[in-house]
């Protein structure tokens, strides 16, 4: 069945520092990849999306790149900021069921100013 | 603004109480969802609905109810079945590009 594998955090990063955040997964078919961002207490919001292998998707200087060979879509962002300090989780649809989405667990970002 | 709301934000209830979660969106989606998540967790899917009159359960429909009598609103209810019910729970619906967008989420807390 399709799953979604996260790296475990809490990441800790200090201002300006690079960010990769490590997602794979396990999909029949082609899914759909996604990245959601959760600040504490609100809901989760889109970040970026890709629906075919070898897209890029971007958005607010975060990147992720659909590679199908190695079944990952790791998150990447050049300088982090302390308000990127939030929990993001990777996400995937598609396959047998389209309705259903997949979640990692999340990965728990700080950024230290 | 287009959106989904979900109301109370925190909500409080005793054990053996049934309560409802509101959920309004004015996106005109088609497709709703209701998810739970627990400290430190990713999400659950409680149930589904694809069009008005329908709906599906998810991974962890047990304990909980819903209705889809209109397009706009797919109000939960927590019975007093729910083992656990102490959680976040989010309500979602399916944008055109396949993606889902998130209300901000009720805090329940049972006592």
């Known amino acids: 069945g399709n799953s979604v594998t996260q790296m475990e955090g809490p990441v800790t990063l200090s201002e300006e520092a690079f960010l990769t955040i490590n997602c794979t997964y396990t999909a029949t078919g082609y899914p759909s990849l996604f990245w959601y961002v959760q600040y504490p207490g609100e809901g989760l919001q889109l970040l970026l999306k890709?629906?075919?292998?070898?897209d890029k998707g971007s958005n607010k200087g975060f990147e992720a790149t659909y590679r199908k060979e190695t079944t990952s879509f790791h998150l990447e962002k050049g300088s982090v900021q302390v308000s990127d300090s939030a929990v993001y989780f990777c996400?995937?649809?598609?396959?047998?069921?389209?309705?259903?989405?997949?979640f990692g667990s999340g990965t728990k970002l700080n950024v230290k100013p | 603004d287009g959106g989904i709301t979900q109301s109370p934000k925190y909500l409080f209830r005793k054990e053996g109480q049934n309560v409802t979660l509101s959920c309004e969106q004015n996106l005109n989606h088609d497709a709703m969802y209701w998810y739970r998540q627990d400290p430190g967790q990713g999400l659950r899917l409680i149930y589904y609905?694809?069009?008005?009159?329908?709906?599906q359960k998810g991974d962890i429909a047990e304990g909980y109810s819903v209705s889809r009598e209109k397009k706009e609103s797919f109000p939960l209810t927590v019975t007093s079945a729910q083992k656990n019910p102490t959680a976040f729970y989010l309500c979602a619906s399916d944008g055109t590009g396949g993606e889902q967008y998130f209300g901000p989420g009720t805090r329940l807390t049972v006592t």
């Open positions: 609905s694809q069009i008005v009159n329908d709906f």
């Open positions: 996400a995937l649809r598609g396959g047998v069921n389209f309705n259903k989405f997949y």
């Open positions: 890709a629906t075919k292998a070898d």
